[in-house]
């Protein structure tokens, strides 16, 4: 496993004022750390614009670019800049609107350019929110109006309405994480002196654990205790977990005494959190509960174009019909398809016609049902860990093998809807505390090797786009 580690320690490299020089360092670090195709399709293209100080602009050929790279390279590339520049670095995205008409543009930079997304850097904390996800882009419909409406209003007067906490949930994939980081990003805007932080219940849990190892339990404690706005995706990640309920329970009563903002998600509502403390159940009740579902026909045929706008490709009509037609049970999957249908155009050089639509579509449909499998899942982690698939099945304990095997785990849980007792089955009768234990061993894992996260992202996109 050596060679998906890198080395981030290292001291940051002063060099010249040439953003030419820089972004060829950059690149070195980035090329050390993906895969060729990766390396090919989404960091060559990029090129450098300008350096001043240790602000580093890139220009990039889309938005759709800097939105692959947020999600899924944004630590690398915060590293790699860090690393570069120091660790006062920033990095700005241009969209290098002229691309199309003049690939020599790079020589000749002096072309209007549009500056979309310079990372916020008022407070002194990490918030953790993405300047992706707003209310412009998050499209309405009859599926999340309450949720959509309640979350405006909180965020035009944290903490004085009667919102609090404000509670959302639904099923993967709808739209939970964008709408609380879109109050996120509103607050920050209006109210940029207020403390606010976005993190996954499961990095919150993660924490908590580290933090009681190293006896900072005091200084964890009043961190959250002294936010403005407290912002908690996936809240069902703390059942089974007593001890951090009862952290949270207390700072929740202390922030919700000071009026202070809570906002959270779940993928169920309250009274189905089994293993949630009831006290705090009854809490997540106090403020406003509100749900997102799945989008109707013309929901999907808005988010399709919405997108595919901001991609900078335009789609027609039969072929939007077509999409919304076949995919209907989440966001992610319509997003996943333009991604797919954009990433197939630009492999082949083919223009996006019906029948690369329909192709890809139906690639798509075919992968969900044939590829996410236990034992496929297995087979893709196995070949890209390089680890033979029967050491995984067996009780080997060589390292390589454990960690291929807890990632398997991991992605079969995540992605399938077996039971932890199925899972632990399939890799040598383990049983279901085994995989939980891998599941959170992974999780925490992920949360603090960048690169190791980079290959199980890497390994979801293989198995949910086929990229
Ligand atoms: P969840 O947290 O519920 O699993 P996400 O918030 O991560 O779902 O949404 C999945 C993807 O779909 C994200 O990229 C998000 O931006 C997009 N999305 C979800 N709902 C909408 C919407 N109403 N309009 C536009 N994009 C949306
Ligand atoms: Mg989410």
Redesign the pocket.
């Known amino acids: 496993m050596d060679n998906l580690k890198i080395s981030l320690k290292a001291q940051p490299k002063t060099i010249s004022s040439d953003s030419t020089n820089a972004w060829k360092e950059c690149l070195k670090l980035i090329k050390q750390n993906v895969s060729n195709i990766t390396y090919n399709t989404w960091f060559l293209p990029i090129k450098p614009y300008d350096l001043d100080k240790n602000t580093l602009r890139i220009l990039v050929p889309n938005n759709f670019f800097i939105e692959w790279i947020e999600e899924h390279y944004n630590t690398l590339i915060n590293r790699t800049i860090g690393q570069i520049l120091g660790p006062e670095a920033k990095l700005v995205y241009i969209i290098n609107e002229d691309e199309k008409e003049d690939p020599g543009l790079f020589d000749n930079p002096i072309v209007e350019t549009k500056k979309i997304s310079v990372k916020p850097v008022e407070n002194t904390f990490e918030t953790n929110i993405s300047p992706?996800?707003t209310f412009d882009?998050?499209?309405?419909?009859e599926s999340?109006q309450l949720a959509r409406a309640a979350a405006i209003a909180i965020s035009d007067n944290p903490g004085e309405t009667s919102f609090n906490p404000l509670f959302i949930y639904?099923?993967?994939?709808?739209?939970?994480?964008?709408?609380i980081q879109a109050i996120g990003n509103n607050i920050l805007n209006k109210f940029p002196s207020k403390k606010i932080i976005y993190l996954s219940a499961d990095i919150f849990t993660t924490q908590f654990v580290e933090a009681i190892q190293s006896n900072n339990m005091g200084e964890f404690s009043s961190f959250y205790n002294d936010m403005d706005v407290l912002i908690i995706?996936d809240i069902q990640f703390l059942t089974g977990r007593e001890k951090t309920q009862d952290l949270f329970f207390h700072i929740f009563n202390n922030l919700h005494q000071s009026r202070k903002q809570i906002i959270l998600?779940s993928d169920r509502p309250p009274k189905d959190l089994k293993g949630m403390n009831d006290r705090l159940i009854s809490r997540f009740q106090w403020g406003l509960t509100a749900d997102?579902q799945a989008?109707d026909f013309e929901?999907r045929i808005a988010?399709l174009k919405?997108?595919g706008d901001s991609f900078g490709i335009s789609l027609s009509n039969e072929i939007l019909d077509y999409i919304a037609y076949n995919i209907t049970s989440?966001?992610?999957e319509?997003?996943g398809c333009l991604i797919k249908l954009l990433a197939n155009s630009s492999l082949t050089g083919k223009e996006i016609d019906f029948d690369l639509a329909r192709k890809t579509v139906k690639e798509i449909s075919t992968r969900k049902e044939t590829n996410i499998s236990i034992d496929n899942i297995t087979k893709i982690v196995c070949q890209t860990f390089k680890v033979d698939e029967n050491k995984v099945r067996e009780k080997n304990r060589k390292k390589e093998v454990v960690l291929a095997r807890q990632t398997a785990m991991y992605l079969s849980k995540k992605l399938t809807k077996s039971s932890l007792k199925t899972i632990g089955l399939h890799f040598g009768g383990r049983d279901h505390s085994t995989v939980i234990h891998a599941y959170n061993n992974i999780e925490k894992l992920t949360s603090e090797d960048l690169s190791l996260n980079e290959t199980v992202s890497g390994i979801r996109n293989k198995l949910e786009l086929g990229i």
């Not at 882009?137 to 419909?141: L, M, Q, R, S, V």
């Not at 639904?170 to 709408?179: A, D, E, N, S």
């Open positions: 992706r996800y882009n998050f499209i309405k419909g999340n639904g099923g993967v994939g709808l739209g939970k994480t964008h709408l995706d998600s997102v989008p929901t988010i919405n997108k989440n966001i992610r319509l997003e």
